[in-house]
């Protein structure tokens, strides 16, 4: 749901949240911890296993520093364990059927690896975004153009966050540079997302054209 209701001089996206005072905020990271190893252990093959062998239990975690007592993981244990047993793998703790999307990793460093979402994921995913783009200066006034690749890699959601606030969203992705250069003179947005690199590309190319990217465009962020 868009919080379009939000003022829009306001600084925070959720000031409950991001102003709360700090022994308010560790204890409600506390009790999130707790419950999350909790149903890690409870939920999954591979966290099980794991606290098992290390001799550890979810009941041991009394404050946030109890945390370095459990294993930890890198992107080779993510790796080992994906469709392991199930098509998600050991570190899954929800069945397929309560999967709504999947992402992975762009595998640059190797396989790449899988990242499934439930719906509660997914909105509070989307919820985060919207608040890193609220931070960014972004409000339901602006025009958002996504001029990135939509692929199965987290990246290409993102433009979701963007409605969340209630912001107009236009879903361009990757597509040539002179067609993004009409969608921006077309309906000039205030906001674009894209590389730094094919921005810099984008801006010498606009130049090509005799445009000038400071004034021929709202673009201001």
């Known amino acids: 749901m868009a919080k379009k209701n939000i003022p829009y001089d306001q600084k925070y996206y959720d000031p409950e949240i991001e102003c709360m005072p700090r022994p308010e905020l560790e204890a409600m990271q506390l009790e999130r911890l707790q419950e999350m190893v909790q149903y890690a252990y409870d939920n999954t093959v591979y966290y099980k296993r794991s606290f098992d062998e290390a001799g550890v239990k979810p009941s041991d975690i009394k404050t946030l520093e109890d945390l370095q007592k459990f294993p930890f993981i890198d992107k080779k244990t993510e790796r080992e364990t994906q469709h392991v047993g199930s098509f998600f793998g050991e570190m899954c703790s929800v069945p397929e059927e309560d999967v709504i999307f999947m992402a992975t990793s762009s595998g640059s460093t190797g396989v790449?690896?899988?990242?499934?979402?439930?719906?509660?994921?997914?909105?509070?995913?989307?919820?985060?975004?919207?608040?890193?783009?609220?931070?960014?200066?972004?409000?339901?006034?602006?025009?958002?153009?996504?001029?990135?690749?939509?692929?199965?890699?987290?990246?290409?959601?993102?433009?979701?966050?963007?409605?969340?606030?209630?912001?107009?969203?236009?879903?361009?992705?990757?597509?040539?540079?002179?067609r993004l250069i009409f969608v921006l003179q077309q309906y000039q947005p205030t906001i674009i997302w894209t590389s730094p690199s094919y921005a810099w590309t984008l801006g010498e190319k606009i130049k090509e054209k005799g445009l000038d990217p400071r004034t021929d465009f709202s673009i201001h962020t």
């Open 112 to 178: 790449p690896t899988v990242s499934p979402f439930t719906q509660e994921d997914f909105d509070l995913w989307q919820d985060t975004e919207a608040r890193l783009f609220w931070q960014a200066g972004m409000r339901p006034t602006d025009r958002y153009v996504h001029g990135l690749n939509f692929a199965l890699y987290v990246g290409g959601p993102d433009v979701i966050g963007a409605q969340r606030l209630g912001a107009l969203a236009i879903w361009v992705g990757a597509v040539p540079s002179d």
